[in-house]
């Protein structure tokens, strides 16, 4: 597996790869990699004849009052999990490498991310499209994989993908889970055990959600009502959203619309997890 540190290094191999072979696949990664990152890297391995993924812990994405400093940072085990899943090449620049001094362009972000995260972290998808954008440039994929869950994150890329013509064959790929329904993140680790305990309400609540979907509920107000009881039983208090909204635009209805998601976003001590599940196709035996 080559590691590259440097842009032009990374862009050489990937413009003689794409002489070479049909598909090239790009997993984009703040590393502190889990399951869940490798559950994209495989798919790209089997779907594609060339794997790139990136490992850089974006500034651009985090707010002032936010974990850049403190998160975790695991570049050895990083690479070992990488290559055991057979990816090709690694990207992993530094910060100074990424964004030049006095760095002032960035990509503005379509409508769907004014919504949900966009309205607790302003700035953040401003640095997600920008980072990505650069990502695609330096890194000239035909196919890019990303989780479902940061699901808004794949809605506005899908966005920018399209509108800004990079002409990349996006994936969405499912949630990976502990055994016991938490989805997996880099942002697990900051957790203690009672905190964790505590976690596992928001797939609780997602969950509920989908169960009174599917026995017939169409009021969104009676569904998030019902999520916010969960999570409040379950010892959390301060919570951002825990929302149904429309799966394609996630604009939200008094009426659960044809294709829901139920969305949360909330806080254990310092650390903010986010969850979502489809109420209308997610199985809840495996959600
Ligand atoms: P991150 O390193 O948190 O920026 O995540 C890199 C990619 O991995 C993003 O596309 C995430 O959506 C995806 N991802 C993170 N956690 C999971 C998970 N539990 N299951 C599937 N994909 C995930």
Redesign the pocket.
């Known amino acids: 597996m080559q590691v590259f540190k440097e842009k032009e290094a990374a862009r050489r191999w990937m413009f003689q790869q794409r002489c070479a072979v049909d598909a090239i696949g790009l997993?984009?990664?703040?590393?502190?990699?889990?399951?869940?990152?490798l559950?994209?890297v495989r798919r790209s391995v089997r779907r594609c004849q060339a794997t790139a993924a990136s490992?850089f812990v974006?500034p651009t994405q985090f707010a002032p009052d936010e974990d850049l400093a403190r998160y975790p940072r695991t570049l050895e085990s990083d690479l070992e999990m990488l290559a055991g899943c057979g990816v090709d090449a690694v990207f992993v620049p530094d910060t100074e490498e990424m964004y030049s001094s006095g760095f002032s362009t960035y990509v503005q972000p379509p409508k769907v991310a004014l919504r949900l995260e966009g309205k607790h972290r302003p700035d953040h998808f401003r640095g997600v499209t920008t980072v990505v954008a650069k990502l695609f440039h330096v890194l000239p994929c035909t196919h890019a994989?990303?989780?479902?869950?940061?699901y808004q994150?794949?809605c506005v890329l899908e966005h920018m993908n399209r509108e800004l013509d990079f002409g990349v064959d996006i994936e969405v790929?499912?949630?990976?889970?502990d055994a016991d329904g938490l989805?997996?993140?880099?942002?697990n680790r900051y957790l203690s055990g009672d905190q964790r305990s505590r976690a596992l309400s928001l797939i609780r609540a997602l969950r509920q959600a989908a169960e009174r979907y599917q026995n017939g509920e169409r009021s969104t107000a009676a569904l998030e009502r019902g999520m916010r009881a969960v999570l409040q039983a379950g010892g959390i208090n301060r919570i951002d959203y825990a929302t149904v909204v429309d799966a394609d635009n996630l604009t939200s209805h008094s009426t659960v619309p044809e294709q829901p998601i139920a969305l949360i976003a909330a806080h254990l001590g310092g650390t903010r997890l986010i969850d979502n599940l489809r109420l209308d196709t997610d199985s809840l035996a495996t959600a």
Do not use: W, Y
């Open positions: 997993v984009p990664t703040m590393g502190a990699l889990h399951e869940g990152h559950s994209l490992i974006n994989f990303f989780g479902h869950k940061d994150q794949a790929c499912p949630t990976v889970r989805a997996l993140s880099s942002r």
